[in-house]
């Protein structure tokens, strides 16, 4: 088991910057990489990135490219997402998550190849 926790939600101007947290514990050795989805509101839950635990190799949904960037801190077991020139389009529930099987040095992008689910956090981007 893994166990995920989000932090660094919360209400932001167009244009302004906030970094999100999603810590790890559990069964850490057995994660392959970890990525942030987001839902909208009445929308479906998206991809965002993803990082790769061994190598840091990483993915991006194209929405966020260059504006978003995913790192991770494994001796801390915690993953970020810096997120800057936050538009209102950005303004979702961001999840965190880990996967722990397939290959290493892989970031997917799918969310069915994700084992474990944090709870989320809001972010909201007003204009």
């Known amino acids: 088991q893994v166990q995920l926790v989000e932090s660094g939600g919360g209400l932001v101007q167009a244009g302004g910057s906030l970094r999100l947290s999603c810590a790890a514990s559990g069964r850490i050795s057995s994660t392959k990489a970890m990525g942030w989805f987001r839902q909208p509101p009445g929308k479906e839950r998206e991809f965002v990135r993803a990082i790769s635990w061994i190598g840091g190799i990483t993915s991006y949904a194209d929405s966020v490219r260059g504006r978003f960037t995913i790192s991770r801190d494994t001796a801390k077991n915690t993953v970020y997402l810096e997120m800057n020139s936050l538009k209102p389009e950005d303004t979702a529930v961001y999840y965190c998550?880990?996967?722990?099987?397939?290959?290493?040095?892989?970031?997917?992008?799918?969310?069915?190849?994700?084992?474990?689910w944090g709870r989320g956090t809001q972010v909201t981007v007003s204009s």
């Open positions: 998550a880990a996967q722990t099987r397939g290959r290493l040095y892989s970031a997917p992008r799918e969310q069915y190849e994700y084992d474990y």
